[in-house]
């Protein structure tokens, strides 16, 4: 079993910038994607960036070039940094794990709010 534990999240102004990490309890070898969603007030849960085993990224269309995605398997870390933030970035933000390549996600943590609000 995994746990994922998210930590980071807070006010930001708009402009802004904000790294969150995602503390995996277990080893993150044997999961091949790690992801981070986000789930606004009155919205559907969407990507917001996920990355494979192997270091291959993809990014939601809202946040492309503006966030970036990174893993460390020795530390079971995973890293959303996101820059140049907007009010419409304000979510709640979950970190994802899976085992396989494809599919559902096996494992999810509580979230971290994210507001950007001047």
């Known amino acids: 079993q995994v746990q994922l534990v998210e930590s980071g999240g807070g006010l930001v102004q708009p402009g802004g910038s904000l790294r969150l990490s995602c503390t995996a309890s277990?080893?993150?070898?044997?999961?091949?994607?790690m992801g981070w969603f986000r789930q606004a007030l009155g919205k559907e849960r969407e990507l917001v960036a996920k990355?494979?085993?192997?270091?291959?990224?993809n990014y939601g269309d809202a946040v492309k070039g503006r966030a970036t995605i990174t893993r460390d398997n020795v530390e079971n870390l995973v890293y959303l940094q996101m820059n140049n933030l907007k009010p419409e970035d304000t979510a709640v933000y979950y970190c994802?794990?899976?085992?396989?390549?494809?599919?559902?996600?096996?494992?999810w943590g509580q979230g971290t709010q994210v507001t950007v609000s001047s």
């Open positions: 277990g080893s993150m070898f044997d999961l091949d994607t």
């Open positions: 994802g794990a899976r085992r396989m390549p494809w599919g559902d996600y096996d494992y």
């Open positions: 990355i494979s085993k192997i270091s291959n990224t």
